[in-house]
């Protein structure tokens, strides 16, 4: 498999519930990044971690809490989530570190629906 | 701070036309521009990247952007859309002097009418 993968594709959960949205990436990527997207509204950072320490935190509810045990792998944890938080999480990777700016590459991201 | 703004959250051409797709962009340095479309269901795809190397940029599916600092601008361009470009596009700007932070503008979406 190449690329970012991220699943699943597509989750329905309670505002009591917990789930965990999980990303991997086979680019040999030393970087990761959560974003947000939400219908008329620009893209949101929420993330981002660089060899496995986490470099961003835009102010990010703690309802969601990531994690980046390697650096091929990377989660979002989800707790009491709002309907507001429904929205498109998109993951991303990068090779930082290399005195030229490599683009994002995405993953096809994970639809949430909080009900 | 840095920002992009994209003019027109939709635009429309027919099939075989000119297509122009706007991005303005604000930065104390010199930015890295990016151009990312993404099609339902999935997610951005980079078309391409300017990294100041040369002024005219040529991406993947026939498109092409061009830089013009006097004009903080980076607009999209292709000479003839296809049905297939029918997509939402995304310009993006990252500081050359080291940050994560790669900030997006707020989408135009490219409608192509048969």
């Known amino acids: 498999e190449t690329g970012v993968t991220q699943t699943p594709r597509h989750l329905v959960m309670g505002m009591t519930n917990k789930k965990s949205l999980k990303c991997e990436q086979h680019l040999g990527h030393n970087a990761m990044y959560w974003y947000k997207q939400s219908a008329k509204k620009p893209l949101e950072l929420m993330f981002v971690y660089s060899l496995e320490e986490r470099v961003e935190n835009n102010s990010v509810p703690s309802r969601f809490s990531p994690e980046c045990p390697n650096s091929s792998h990377l989660f979002l944890h989800l707790h009491t989530l709002q309907p507001e938080d429904s929205a498109l999480y998109l993951c991303?990777?990068?090779?930082?570190?290399?005195?030229?700016?490599?683009?994002?590459?995405f993953g096809n991201g994970t639809r949430l629906t909080v009900t | 701070a840095q920002s992009v703004t994209q003019l027109g959250s939709h635009v429309s051409v027919s099939e075989g036309a000119l297509v122009l797709l706007r991005c303005n962009y604000s930065s104390s340095v010199p930015p890295y521009l990016f151009w990312y479309v993404q099609y339902p269901n999935q997610g951005l795809q980079l078309l391409l990247k300017?990294?100041?190397?040369?002024?005219l940029v040529k991406g993947i599916n026939g498109f092409e952007a061009e830089f013009k600092k006097s004009e903080t601008s980076f607009h999209l361009t292709k000479p003839s859309a296809h049905m297939s470009d029918a997509a939402e596009y995304f310009c993006?700007?990252?500081?050359?002097?080291?940050?994560?932070?790669?900030?997006f503008g707020s989408g135009t979406r490219l409608l192509v009418r048969p």
């Open positions: 991303a990777s990068s090779q930082e570190g290399q005195g030229d700016n490599s683009p994002l590459h």
């Open positions: 993006a700007v990252r500081r050359m002097d080291s940050s994560y932070k790669l900030i």
């Open positions: 300017y990294t100041s190397a040369a002024t």
